[in-house]
């Protein structure tokens, strides 16, 4: 069956930290890729989406992800974190006409 | 202005009752969605409605049962509330270009917290 995984379940880091979050699915079809941000009580909102072309994807927020097809992987990453990041990060996939979201990953960074 | 608005924020109830959600967008979009968020912050997707025609649905119990007005409105009708549908409920919209609303972003509302007791 389909389905996203993220790996992380809750990360803290401070500012200035480089940040990765990992995200693989399966399912052997094209999918389109997406990366929702939601911070404390606020609704989701979109980083990035990536379709075709360039796999490396830029954001909102100084966020970038790169879609590795072989490894059915579309990891988000920023160089350098700040307090504001912090929130829950969820990668999201289309499957069959139905976007699927992975569990997310909560972002904690440190003043 | 509020793009994707849903009432009520909180719902607190007992099981058994009946409650409804409501949801409206203004953004002209053609799809509107139902996602649910468990306690573990889980998202999934209930149902989704393409200009009032349902295109999706997921397995949901019968007792949830979606209304669709017109294309700016998506409800949601719960009977029979039981613990289990304690969650925070999602309503989405995106835009249908071609037949793909599925690739366009999905723009959320707020949430709609639903504790049953």
């Known amino acids: 069956a389909q389905s996203v995984s993220q790996h992380n379940h809750h990360v803290i880091l401070s500012e200035a930290a480089s940040l990765e979050l990992g995200c693989n699915y399966s399912?052997?079809?094209?999918?389109?890729l997406f990366w929702y941000v939601q911070y404390p009580g606020q609704h989701l909102q979109l980083l990035l989406k990536y379709f075709s072309g360039d796999p490396l994807v830029k954001g909102i927020k100084g966020f970038e992800a790169e879609f590795i097809k072989s490894k059915f992987s579309f990891n988000l990453r920023k160089p350098s974190v700040q307090w504001s990041d912090t929130a829950e990060y969820f990668c999201?996939?289309?499957?069959?006409?139905?976007?699927?979201f992975g569990a997310g990953t909560t972002v904690t960074v440190r003043a | 202005d509020t793009a994707v608005s849903q009432t009520p924020k909180y719902l607190v109830t007992q099981m058994g009752n009946d409650k409804s959600i409501k949801c409206e967008q203004n953004?002209?979009?053609?799809?509107m969605y139902w996602y649910k968020q468990d306690s573990k912050k889980f998202l999934k997707i209930m149902f989704s409605?393409?200009?009032?025609?349902?295109?999706i649905n997921e397995t949901v119990p019968n007792r949830f049962s979606p209304k669709s007005p017109d294309k700016a409105h998506l409800n949601l009708h719960i009977n029979s509330l039981e613990l289990g549908d304690s969650a925070v409920y999602f309503c989405?919209?995106?835009?249908?270009?071609?037949?793909?609303?599925?690739?366009?972003?999905?723009?959320f509302g707020p949430g709609t917290r639903l504790t049953v007791l």
């Open positions: 409605y393409n200009n009032k025609e349902l295109i």
């Open positions: 999201a996939v289309t499957f069959d006409y139905k976007l699927s």
């Open positions: 399912y052997g079809g094209t999918v389109n």
């Open positions: 989405a919209s995106s835009q249908d270009v071609g037949g793909l609303a599925i690739r366009n972003e999905q723009f």
């Open positions: 953004l002209g979009h053609d799809t």
